[in-house]
């Protein structure tokens, strides 16, 4: 097999996640979350990165792998790790996702239906102390996409907010979820904290 190519890159918005860009697709199905080791029980490539260790949640989705550490310290001498199990899986011809894995997956819409009893019960009352609120735009293949109002659009701590409230707490009530969005135009709020051509 050719050289596999993989550029690793941090979110420098989420400090304890990497994200791996490999040269070919690791798991063509669409996208999976893996939360813990329970869950990617039967999936070669999360399973091999569970067993490192510190490892606590990894989403493959197409050519990407993204892994989050309980750290997220020392980037540069985990990456290499990381690296290269990727390379292992997609050498051994084994596929990185179970089948299974997908057909597991909470449909689109009982995911949904979850979410919005989370804002109306949890997540709004929470960012309303604070003059802001949280809308669900769409459920698409177990990717949820939420838009953020009032004072949260445009706020420094949008993104804390997103990842360590919003996106927590939608996790550990819905582990099917694979992945949350913000589709906030934060550049339009009164106190832009992204500017118009900045990655979010």
Not at 116 to 145: C, R, T, Y
Not at 158 to 169: D, F, P, V
Request: proline fraction near 6%; aromatic fraction near 4%; include cysteine.
């Amino acid at each position: 097999m050719d050289e596999i190519k993989i550029t690793a890159r941090i979110d420098h918005h989420r400090p304890d996640t990497g994200r791996f860009e490999v040269d070919r697709p690791v798991y063509a199905g669409g996208a999976a979350y893996f939360s813990g080791p329970l869950r990617a029980k039967g999936s070669p490539l999360p399973e091999k990165l569970f067993n490192l260790g510190d490892v606590t949640g990894v989403l493959i989705s197409g050519s990407v792998v993204r892994v989050t550490r309980s750290t997220g310290e020392d980037w540069k001498s985990a990456a290499g790790p990381i690296a290269a199990l990727i390379r292992e899986v997609l050498r051994s011809g084994a596929a990185a996702v179970s089948p299974e894995a997908a057909a597991r997956r909470m449909p689109d819409a009982e995911i949904r239906s979850k979410v919005e009893a989370l804002l109306v019960s949890q997540i709004n009352p929470s960012v309303a102390s604070h003059g802001g609120n949280v809308a669900l735009m769409g459920v698409k293949d177990g990717v949820v996409v939420v838009r953020l109002g009032g004072g949260c659009q445009g706020c420094g701590m949008a993104n804390a907010t997103l990842r360590q409230g919003i996106e927590a707490t939608l996790r550990e009530e819905i582990p099917d979820i694979v992945d949350i969005l913000d589709s906030t135009d934060h550049a339009a709020g009164n106190n832009p904290f992204y500017a118009p051509s900045e990655e979010h």
